[in-house]
């Protein structure tokens, strides 16, 4: 249990230090792709172009990568299929 704490705790302060530099959209987008959401339920549920989630997803790796905080392991999800 308690490093499931550990785990939840570095991702919090991960993304906090993330949040920081992501615009909204990102964020919203980011926070779906998290909870397992596709491409597609994200695009419904944002009201915004599938594409547009697409490259919110590739600035939020760009920006992670940047900061070296990979350890929110977006980069190891699959792109679901649509």
Excluded: F
């Amino acid at each position: 249990m308690q490093a499931d704490y550990a785990d939840r705790e570095s991702y919090s302060k991960h993304r906090a230090l993330l949040v920081e530099h992501l615009t909204k959209l990102e964020i919203n987008v980011l926070d779906l792709y998290i909870q397992h959401y596709t491409y597609k339920e994200i695009s419904k549920e944002l009201g915004v172009k599938m594409k547009a989630v697409d490259n919110s997803l590739s600035r939020v790796r760009a920006k992670a990568q940047m900061l070296e905080i990979l350890d929110i392991d977006i980069n190891s999800q699959e792109k679901p299929v649509e």
